[in-house]
C-alpha cells in the first residue's frame, strides 16, 4: 500500500515485474480482464500489456473515455463534456500527453480578472495564484484565517490510510459544513467556501465527512491548487480536447477493447475468473480490474458474494451532482471587458464559469468562438436536472448575462451534459465519503478480494477525483496484479 505513494510506482513495478518475465517466470495465459474503460481502466490495460501480460477490456459505452466524453459546437470545435484540465504536480498526465505525442494550451487567464459575485455584490480579482475575493476587511480576515487552518489540518492528513490521521475519529464524525460553521464568522467568508466546496466536490459542504475534505485537499497538493487555474489544477487542456488522450490509448490497445459490453456478473475460484456480460457473453481470466464508480462497482453480481465490509463501502460513497454546460458566441467578447471568463458566485444554478474557447479564439482566425463553460453542482444540479430543458437553459443564461453583460444571452449554441443522468457513471466528478465512512470502511477501498481488484480515481491517495488519479491507480492495479503473479508463478 506504502508503495503507492511515489509518483511514478506503478510504471516503476510494472519495468521490475517485465524483468522478471524476462528472466523466464511463467506467468498466467488467461488474459487479466478490465472492467471500464476510463482512464483508469485504459491505463491499467496498457501497463499490463507493456508488461508482457495480455487483456481483455470490457466497456459498456458504444465509446471509451468513462468519464472523460468529447463533444463538439455546430461549427467542429471540440469542447470536452467531462474531464478536461491537468496541471502543475500532476505528472502521470504530463507524461501521458507526451508519450502519446499530444499538445496542450493554457487557459485562458492572462488578460482579465475573476469575476466574484458574493452576497449581492460584484467584485473583481487578480488571477493568480494564492489571490482572494475583495471583501471587507472583517471577511477578509475571517476567511484568511479559516483557510490557513484547513490547510494546515489538511497537510497532516495520511494520504495512503486517511483513518488513522491524527483526531480521525473527530474529523470523520463531523461534515465540512460543520467545520465552516464552526471556524468562520462571517456570512461572506462562509459563503466562498461553500461555493468552493461546490466547485471542487460537485457536492454541497452538509453532504460530505469533514475528514474526506482535508483528505482530498492534500490529495490534490492543498486548496488553493485545486482553486487555482494558473500554477493550479486548471491550468491546461489539451488540444482536440481530453478525449484524444483515452481515443489513442484505445488505440494502442487494438481489439482488446470491446464496446458495448456491460458486465453482469463476476465469479471467482482460486484459479480464475469468469464474467458474464448483459449480452451472454462469458469471458475466463486469471484476474479482474473493476474500474467503475464505487456505487457502480456495488450493482455487479458477484459469486462468492463480496464481503459485507466491501459491500458496505460501496452504499456509502455517492458520486457528486454536476451538470456541465457549454455557450458559443461569435467572440469571446468578455474578454473586451476586462473579465477572463471565470466566474465564483453564491447565487445559482450556476456559480462557477470558465472560459473555455480554443486556443486560437480571439486571435483573428476564422471559424475560433468563444466558449462560456459553467456548473451546476450539488443541490443546484439535482434540482435544475429535474426541470424542463427550455427553463434549465434560460436559468443558465441568466447567471451568464449577470456575469459577463447581455451579449451572452444569445449564444450560437447552448450544450450541456447531465452527469447524473449517464447511466454508467451516475454522478461526477468522483465519489465523496460522507461522514464516518473513512473510519469505519477506509482498508476496503483498495483491498484487493481474492483475484478481484478495483481502480479508479476515488482509489488514489494523489490526485484524488481527477485525472491524474485515474492513471495512477489504473498503473499501480496493474503492478500489483503482476507482482503476485510473479509470487504465485515462483512458488
Known amino acids: 500500500m506504502g508503495l503507492r505513494t511515489s509518483p511514478n510506482i506503478g510504471t516503476v513495478r510494472v519495468e521490475l515485474v517485465r524483468d522478471e518475465v524476462n528472466k523466464g517466470v511463467v506467468m498466467s495465459e488467461l488474459p487479466t480482464i ?13 501497463a499490463l500489456l507493456a508488461a508482457g501480460r495480455e487483456v481483455i477490456l470490457l466497456e459498456a459505452r458504444d465509446r471509451v473515455g468513462g468519464r472523460v466524453e468529447g463533444g463538439h459546437l455546430s461549427d467542429g470545435t471540440p469542447i470536452e463534456l467531462g474531464g478536461q484540465w491537468i496541471g502543475p504536480g500532476q505528472t502521470r498526465m504530463a507524461q501521458l500527453v507526451e508519450e502519446l ?47 490557513a487552518r484547513f490547510t494546515k489540518a489538511a497537510s497532516k492528513v495520511d494520504l495512503e490510510r486517511p483513518w488513522e490521521s491524527p483526531d480521525a475519529e473527530l474529523l470523520d464524525g463531523q461534515t465540512f459544513e460543520t467545520s465552516i460553521r464552526r471556524n468562520l464568522r462571517t456570512l461572506l467568508a462562509r459563503a466562498y467556501c461553500r461555493v468552493a466546496c461546490e466547485a471542487v466536490f460537485s457536492a454541497d459542504a452538509k453532504d ?82 473493476v474500474t467503475l464508480p464505487p456505487t457502480l462497482a456495488g450493482r455487479l453480481d458477484y459469486d462468492p458474494p463480496l464481503p459485507s465490509w466491501r459491500d458496505q463501502l460501496t452504499q456509502r460513497l455517492p458520486a457528486g451532482s454536476v451538470i456541465k454546460v457549454h455557450a458559443s458566441y461569435p467572440t469571446p467578447f468578455w474578454r473586451e471587458a476586462g473579465l477572463n471568463g471565470q466566474a465564483a458566485s453564491d447565487r445559482g444554478p450556476v456559480k462557477v464559469t470558465f472560459d473555455n474557447s480554443p486556443p486560437d479564439a480571439g486571435g483573428g482566425v476564422a471559424g475560433s468562438p468563444g466558449v462560456l463553460m459553467g456548473f451546476l453542482e450539488g443541490n443546484d444540479a439535482r434540482v435544475w436536472a429535474r426541470k424542463p430543458e427550455g427553463e434549465r437553459r434560460a436559468a443558465v443564461l441568466e447567471c451568464f448575462v449577470r456575469y459577463f453583460g447581455a451579449a451572452a444571452a444569445e449564444p450560437i449554441d447552448y450544450i450541456e451534459r447531465d452527469w447524473m443522468a449517464e447511466p454508467y457513471s451516475r454522478g461526477c466528478y468522483g465519489a465523496h465519503f460522507t461522514p464516518g465512512v473513512w473510519t ?25 477525483g481527477y485525472m491524474e488519479g485515474a492513471v495512477r491507480s489504473g498503473e499501480a492495479t496493474a503492478a500489483e496484479i503482476l507482482a503476485a503473479e510473479v509470487v504465485s508463478a515462483t512458488r
Open 101 to 147: 505525442g499530444l499538445e496542450t494550451f493554457r487557459t485562458w487567464n492572462d488578460a482579465g480578472s475573476i469575476l466574484i459575485d458574493l452576497g449581492g455584490k460584484q467584485s473583481r480579482m487578480k488571477p493568480v495564484k494564492g489571490a482572494v475575493p475583495r471583501l471587507n476587511p472583517f471577511a477578509l480576515a475571517d476567511l484568511g484565517q479559516g483557510l
Open 34 to 46: 478490465v472492467v471500464g474503460a476510463g482512464l483508469a481502466g485504459l491505463s491499467c490495460a496498457r
Open 208 to 289: 460530505m465527512s469533514l475528514l474526506h475534505a482535508l483528505f482530498y485537499a492534500h490529495s490534490g497538493t492543498d486548496l488553493e491548487t485545486m482553486l487555482s487555474t494558473d500554477a493550479g489544477a486548471q491550468q491546461d487542456r489539451i488540444v482536440g480536447g481530453s478525449v484524444r488522450i483515452v481515443e489513442e490509448v484505445a488505440r494502442e490497445l487494438g481489439d482488446r477493447v470491446r464496446l458495448g459490453s456491460p458486465v453482469r456478473r463476476i465469479e471467482q475460484s482460486g484459479s480464475g475468473v469468469v464474467l458474464e456480460t448483459l449480452t451472454g457473453e462469458r469471458l475466463e481470466g486469471s484476474h479482474v480490474v
Open 440 to 464: 469505519a470502511y477506509g482498508p476496503a477501498l483498495r483491498e484487493s478480494i481474492g483475484r478481484i481488484h478495483w481502480a479508479g480515481t476515488e482509489c488514489s491517495p494523489i490526485w484524488n
